[in-house]
């Protein structure tokens, strides 16, 4: 959706963005614009009022009425089924009642305001308050799939924050998300959403394709990971493999550093990675680790950052079997699917003349979908 850009933005966010490749691309798209963090305790408020509690209770009479229906899509079209009644409801409960507390400290500062830019669900109910409010316009960005995330996902807490999710889009002029198949996703579970969503992939990286004299030799081979040290991104089952067949992990770690990295002897760097990652392509067969569990929709279905930083440097990417990432993997042969098992195939192939199809695929690839987003735009 097209829309002139007003000088008077207001960008939401609840975390530290210093490395958050999405949110520092909004800022560039809004010059000038104002940043303020939700989460922090100028505007958390301690003491929650009782109007904020019973509009909770609201919502979650609501979820528990039309829960059969998001259950039921999620069961035919995606195979889900809740294996928990009401786990963590508590946490996102609490997080909706203390979003409504903020929108009273934070109302006060929206004068003059004429968009309102929410980054993630937490975020997105503050702004859709404001909104109503102030009559700003709101464009809001699912940085995943904001209802089924990694988490305890029991039957009432989706539900609940499907209610909550769909509240929120009423209310915004723009609908972002970060891939296709989530916006299939979101067209299937907040219709309508016509006009108003729009695909902004997590293209975010300058392209940084070094120039190699010749393919580094076969026993130099290296896999990479960037990115938070947390559970379902199958980093302990890459640890444990990696060490039976002696294989090279160096991984830029943003946040705290896991302690089975240090244990099992990881290259750890920080998270002002990208200098010494070109380095590291032009001196090893470089692949980056991009599995995830099959623990949630937002999982299966995502396209994360490390998989534009591959591309950038132009490395081949491991994908877990059954992601949508691994789809794109195998139909554009630009590295190669795990399924858990297979890793020392997978170096096999790594230390074969299969590498240097894999990076030529890898630019190609590249350059399409740099046409396709010029397009778009």
Not at 73 to 93: C, E, P, T
Not at 251 to 265: H, Q
Not at 294 to 318: E, M, T
Not at 342 to 363: D, F, G, H, P
Request: proline share 3%; net charge neutral; charged share 25%.
């Amino acid at each position: 959706m097209e829309h002139s850009v007003p000088r008077d933005v207001v960008v939401l966010v609840d975390e530290d963005i210093a490395h958050d490749k999405r949110v520092l691309a909004a800022l560039v798209e809004y010059s000038g614009a104002k940043v303020i963090d939700c989460a922090s305790k100028e505007v958390v408020s301690r003491t929650l009022s009782i109007r904020t509690y019973l509009n909770g209770l609201k919502f979650l009479i609501i979820a528990a009425l039309r829960g059969v229906a998001i259950w039921g899509l999620l069961r035919q079209q995606y195979g889900l089924q809740a294996k928990k009644w009401i786990s963590g409801l508590d946490v996102s409960f609490r997080a909706f009642v203390r979003a409504q507390q903020v929108v009273s400290r934070l109302q006060t500062r929206m004068n003059g305001v004429r968009l309102i830019h929410a980054h993630d669900l937490y975020c997105g109910v503050i702004g859709a308050e404001l909104s109503r409010l102030t009559g700003a316009e709101l464009v809001y960005d699912a940085h995943e799939v904001e209802f089924h995330r990694n988490r305890k996902n029991s039957w009432m807490r989706t539900a609940f924050d499907w209610v909550v999710e769909k509240q929120v889009i009423a209310r915004a002029s723009e609908v972002r998300v970060v891939n296709l198949p989530i916006a299939d996703l979101y067209q299937r579970v907040h219709e309508p959403l016509a006009d108003r969503l729009r695909v902004v992939p997590n293209n975010h990286f300058a392209i940084r394709l070094p120039e190699v004299a010749q393919v580094p030799a076969p026993e130099t081979g290296v896999i990479v990971y960037v990115g938070g040290g947390v559970k379902g991104r199958q980093l302990e089952c890459l640890a444990e493999r990696a060490a039976e067949i002696c294989l090279p992990v160096h991984a830029f770690f943003v946040g705290e550093v896991p302690e089975f990295a240090k244990a099992s002897g990881w290259v750890v760097s920080g998270s002002d990675y990208e200098d010494e990652l070109v380095s590291l392509v032009v001196s090893h067969r470089c692949m980056m680790w991009c599995c995830v569990d099959d623990v949630c929709l937002s999982y299966r279905l995502s396209l994360p950052n490390k998989f534009f930083q591959a591309l950038a440097v132009g490395i081949p990417v491991i994908a877990a079997k059954g992601s949508y990432l691994a789809e794109l993997v195998e139909a554009n042969g630009i590295g190669a699917v795990f399924d858990g098992k297979n890793l020392v195939e997978i170096i096999q192939m790594m230390k074969s003349a299969q590498y240097e199809e894999w990076t030529a695929q890898v630019r190609e690839y590249r350059e399409t979908i740099a046409v396709e987003n010029n397009a778009a735009k």
